[in-house]
């Protein structure tokens, strides 16, 4: 059979004649108003909330110190831990990234850098967050661990000419991630 | 100095110009009321939604103190200025308070201020008018919902009477003697805006929509004109102010603990008046198009129902007029069923000895007070009962309550006949 029949329940009289039900679904909603203006809302403390209800009242407290390690905010772009600039701009995350936001102008590495196996680094490299939709794609992509989602999450505008992060935000935003990657060590 | 007042008195004296000049009175203060409920009750439901859902609601929509910021004041400094006047510690318990409540940010009003915000929002929003419409109904729908609740409220009494020195004031605009058939009239006419509104769209979903609140009103009409009949038998006038006053002498309806009250006639009649009282109150429901009877602009199955093609301050006035007939039909419970201005147990009758104009404005709080209850009611039932299907609204009317409320009035009778 390509349907099942629901066996719908018998209401007896005193359900059908739906004054005692009212009655009991009235005072289901009238403990979850007085509870939640007493701010003892059931699972309240799930969501960390502070106000009235389940709620978290923004702007006073904040969602900081319970964002997941994979909270995806605003990218950013990391230093390895000797300094280098980890980027190589290969620009794939430009080319995989759905919303077009990220542009990067490569330039070439100075011969005489401790790493000049690399060749290439950016000279520019921008996001444009009006157009980033977090997607995580260019963090996915990108093959020297050099781009990361941040867990910033506040991005206010009051100027669009301000939503184009330059090179240097980015940096000032990722700052120095661990881990050596050797890749490029011109001893190897 | 002296001939004016003199001139005023001589005014006052002629007893047409004191009744011109009352009831013009009168109804300013009625227009103030409903208007002031309207976006009182607004605030109700968005808040007690809130609450109900786990969520405080609008509480954000203050006056905020940057606005004082031309004037050579900086956001944060009010507050600081103002502790250190009265020699408050900045980390005290006061001010901890003060920052709690949000008064170094803003003049707080707890989101009251949101409903005319919304509507100030409304006001300065494009009005769209689709071409297809049919542009004189089109316009004449907003203003058929929102001018019957007001007219109707005419009838209502808001307090006792009071003397002057040049005649006696009666609280209520207009001393009918038929007051409910009134009501039920005058906010009957508000189904021509629905159906108006859902017919001059010429669109699909409103068209629907304005049949839908065209047969639910008529139907509920009737139902509500039987439910009320078997009250209008106990108290034995239609004269509104006469019923709160043998409300306020021998106890409300539903709570007869004084006076004339505690007979057992009042008491055997507790049956078919509470059964009144619920089928009463689910017509107002049904009438003032509120959940669970909001079959006219039921948004999952009619977009928006007869208001879909309405924008900006039209769309506002359909609001308006839902919220008015809300407490409207409000008003009509309070005043039928929950004593009106009353407020009980002889309290009325001391209080008029002691002071007429006291009594006057004890009575009129203590109507508001009653009113903003059943205004809470009505949201409070709003978000516990989910909405009814088209056909069990219509049966619900036509099998049950009509059948119910004719043998209610036959009961009535019976126990006015035979318990003394």
Partial sequence: MSYIPIKRPKFSLLDRIYVVELAKGLWITLRHLVLSVMGKSRSRKDFNSKGVGICMPFPEQRWDAHLPSYYRGAPSLVRGEDGRERCVSCQLCEFICPARAIRVVPGSVDPSSPTPKQEKAPLEFEIDMLRCIYCGMCQEVCPEQAIFLSNQYLLTLTDRSKAVRTKEDLYRLGGTRKGLINKWNQYK | ?420
Wanted: proline content about 5%; aromatic content about 16%; overall charge neutral.
């Fill in chain 2, 1 to 420: 100095m002296e001939t004016i007042l003199t001139w005023c008195c001589d005014v006052l004296r002629n007893p047409q110009w004191f009744y011109l000049i009352t009831t013009v009175l009168k109804l300013a203060l009625v227009f103030a009321v409903i208007l002031a409920f309207v976006v009182l009750s607004v605030w109700i439901e968005r808040r007690v939604a809130g609450w109900i859902q786990d969520r405080p609601g609008p509480n954000r929509a203050g006056l905020p103190l940057f606005l004082l910021k031309p004037f050579g004041s900086k956001e944060k400094q009010p507050l600081s200025k103002l502790l250190q006047f009265f020699g408050c510690p900045p980390d005290g318990v006061v001010a901890r308070l003060c920052r709690w409540l949000r008064f170094d940010r803003e003049i707080p009003t707890f989101g009251l201020i949101q409903p005319c915000l919304d509507g100030g929002k409304l006001f300065l929003k494009q009005e769209i008018t689709p071409k297809y419409v049919r542009t004189f109904y089109f316009i004449l729908a907003p203003m058929l919902v929102l001018g019957p609740p007001l007219v109707a409220a005419a009838v209502v009494p808001f307090a006792s009477g009071a003397g002057t020195p040049f005649g006696h004031i009666d609280m209520c605009v207009a001393n009918l003697d038929i007051g409910p058939l009134w009501v039920f009239a005058v906010s009957g006419l508000s189904v021509y805006g629905l159906t108006l509104a859902g017919w001059s769209s010429n669109s699909k979903y409103p068209f629907l929509g304005g049949l839908r609140a065209t047969a639910q009103f008529i139907s509920y009409e009737v139902a509500m004109g039987l439910s009320v009949i078997p009250l209008l038998m106990v108290y034995g006038t239609l004269n509104l102010q006469e019923i709160v006053q043998s409300q306020a002498d021998g106890g409300w309806t539903l709570l007869p603990l004084w006076g004339e009250g505690l007979s057992l006639q009042r008491w055997v009649l507790f049956l078919p008046l509470g059964i009144s009282f619920l089928m009463f109150a689910t017509c107002i429901f049904a009438e003032a198009n509120r959940t669970p009877f909001d079959m006219a602009e039921c948004e999952t199955d009619l977009v928006g129902g007869y208001h879909t093609e309405y924008s900006s301050m039209k769309f506002a006035s359909f609001f308006m007029g839902e919220y008015a007939a809300m407490v409207i039909g409000s008003a009509m419970v309070v005043t039928l069923f929950l004593g009106g201005w009353s407020i009980g147990f002889g309290a009325d009758a001391w209080l008029a000895n002691c002071n007429e104009w006291l009594a006057v404005l004890c009575q009129f709080a203590m109507f508001l007070v009653k009113l903003l209850a059943f205004i809470f009611f009505f949201v409070w039932v709003r978000w516990t009962l989910p909405r009814f299907r088209w056909d069990q609204v219509m049966k619900l009317c036509w099998l049950v309550f009509i059948e119910l409320a004719v043998v209610n009035i036959v009961l009535t009778a019976v126990i006015l006949y035979f318990v003394h």
